[in-house]
């Protein structure tokens, strides 16, 4: 049995040594240089040849993808439109400011496209481009773009002002700032929470944007951006928005407060009405309350939100709008109540009903007889000081990037900004013959622009 055993063990073992797998003889990979076209070309005549930069926009994964990541290449079609605005809008006008010397010899060697969002590891949008060691620029959402995009303003300046941002770091790693005395003009406020500070909040206290908060070079790169892709007006009513918002609530108040006399004669007439009116919805909570506080929880949602809160935001409108002239601390207890604008039973409307009727609509009368409250002018006051702090420090910083790229790089940023803004003024014509397949192909794509994740991109220093 056992000699039976080795035999068909030996049998089996020759058969499997005797199999032979027709494998391929040549590499399955394709790694043939793909025929230039239109695009490559151009890349060729107007970036290679005159500024020794380099475009990469097919798949390589090696070249192309960081391992850690998930990305996918964009196509000729949509690289040409960003290389367009990029050579309109960033070549061409540091060059008509300083000349083709200045991007030859600071230029980064290579740009990278990807067709697609930055991704994080654990899913959200990461930057919209990276300035890697002064030598490669990575440029993502590119399939974003259409032909279309050429003759748009908004995108022409949002992928300007994103080369523009990230050539300020390859510029500040090339010649660098005294990072200490741009960090005392705002000392405080860099965080790497920016995403949760409001645009206006950080305006108010000296920051272009809230990106520009993450840390000392992205606040340099982000005054030079918006600097250069606005025109002088357009920068001056941008660092001067919180101000004249608040110049301008000022003012309207003093220009009302010569109106309260009248005003409150006139509320005085009305209380009866509105007393009226709030207590009109009594008979509709008597007759509903039961079948709304046994119905199914949408259905007497519903009817409380879009029929009842209606009426009674109707009867309370003029109320509400001027009792916070009148007095502060009843305008708090007032706003708690009202602006929760679902009420989800009745007897919450109920309770809105009485406090109005036996607390809120009394002290509003005893109010117009007594003093004007002053306290909202003075809150208004407070911030326009705030705002007007913070239009001071953006202006320090204006100046600290002036006299860097003039004593530094020796350019005249507000040339640079005039050839800038020339450029994205106007639309750029197609040249390549690729043009009209692009733009019947893409005509249907919209730039998107990252909401407060349009300013993100990333500044990595590496040293070689």
Known sequence: ???SLLIICALFSFAACSKKENLPSKSQLDTTTPPMNEFDRWVTDNLTNTY??????RWNEWNLSDLGKYNFPTTAEHAEVLMRIIKRSW????????GEDFIKHNSPRQLTLFGGVDLTPNGTPGAWGQASGGVNVLLFQVNDLSQNDLGNTSSLRAYSGLIHHEFTHILNQNVPFDEENFQKITPEGYTAQWQQVPEEVSHQEGFISSYARMNIMEDFAEMVKNIVTHSPQEWEDMVS????KYTKQRDDFIISLSDIPAQRAEYKKQIPGLIADIKALVPL????????????PTIANNYLNYVCYPFINLAFSDFFLVVQRFDGSLYKHFNSLFTTNLFKSPAQLRELMEFSLNVLIPAFEQSLEGPINLNRLSEISANLEVASAGKQKLKEKEQFVADYFKNSLKIDIYALQANTFKNLSTPIVPESQSDATASAKNHDIKLRLLDSRLHTCSWEKQTH
């Open 1 to 3: 049995m056992k000699k």
């Open 52 to 57: 020794n930069i380099a475009v990469r926009y």
């Open 91 to 98: 070549i061409d006008s540091y060059v008509e400011t300083v």
């Open 241 to 244: 928005e919180e101000v004249n």
């Open 285 to 296: 909570l008597d007759v509903y309350e039961d079948d709304l506080t046994n119905a199914d």
